[in-house]
T-cell receptor, first 114, second 115 residues
Framework: NAGVTQTPKFQVLKTGQSMTLQCAQD?????MSWYRQDPGMGLRLIHY???????DQGEVPNGYNVSRSTTEDFPLRLLSAAPSQTSVYFC?????????????FGPGTRLTVL | GDSVTQMEGPVTLSEEAFLTINCTYT??????LFWYVQYPGEGLQLLLK?????DKGSNKGFEATYRKETTSFHLEKGSVQVSDSAVYFC??????????????FGGGTRLMVKP
């Protein structure tokens, strides 16, 4: 049971390039989400999904796209990278709400945009 | 909207000292409250949680009590160890009122414990 996995661990992009951050979980969790972590600001929600085929925006969605074609995978796409997107990105999953609301986090992807 | 405020760090303590990290929140509903810990180079791990007023969450010697009257969820430990050095995040989830059960985080507090 690998939990939540993320790839790559590190990435450097030039302004304007596109890329996809991968996230997968093997716990059959319905809920998945993407956060970015910036110094002094905690983690901020980018996008989330409550099940396959369903996605919604979080607090800071601009410049990012997501899709959820399977329960296991929840990739995050940067369409045209900007220096303001330099951050550490975390993917998380949870079984559901209420008593099942514990979120499990991946190890993170450190992204630098030059 | 929902928000979480934590004391700014870093907090530097000697081994076996008493730890308190303050956390207060604002929320529209009846949130669940969490403390997450992030060790260097790793993702976040759930440390403890409380789902209703007056609940006490506890784990690994850490405790926090859900105080609805003061909208607080302060983290405490009676005797810290060097291995407790990490960044601690307070967070809330407004549960059924917020689709997807997503978390609102505080800014994080870095704890450094010296031998």
């Amino acid at each position: 049971n690998a939990g939540v996995t993320q790839t790559p661990k590190f990435q450097v992009l030039k302004t304007g390039q596109s890329m996809t951050l991968q996230c997968a979980q093997d716990m059959n969790h319905e809920y998945m989400s993407w956060y970015r972590q910036d110094p002094g600001m905690g983690l901020r929600l980018i996008h989330y999904s409550v099940g396959a085929g369903i996605t919604d925006q979080g607090e800071v969605p601009n410049g990012y796209n997501v899709s959820r074609s399977t329960t296991e995978d929840f990739p995050l796409r940067l369409l045209s990278a900007a220096p303001s997107q330099t951050s550490v990105y975390f993917c998380a999953s949870s079984l559901g709400q209420g008593i099942y609301n514990e979120q499990f986090f991946g190890p993170g992807t450190r992204l630098t945009v030059l | 909207g929902d928000s979480v405020t934590q004391m700014e760090g870093p907090v530097t303590l000697s081994e076996e000292a008493f730890l308190t990290i303050n956390c207060t929140y604002t929320a529209t509903g009846y949130p669940s409250l969490f403390w997450y810990v992030q060790y260097p180079g790793e993702g976040l791990q759930l440390l403890l949680k409380a789902t209703k007023a007056d609940d006490k969450g506890s784990n690994k010697g850490f405790e926090a009590t859900y105080r609805k009257e003061t909208t607080s969820f302060h983290l405490e430990k009676g005797s810290v160890q060097v291995s407790d050095s990490a960044v601690y995040f307070c967070a809330l989830s407004d549960g059924p009122l917020v689709a997807g059960n997503m978390l609102t985080f505080g800014g994080g507090t870095r704890l450094m414990v010296k031998p």
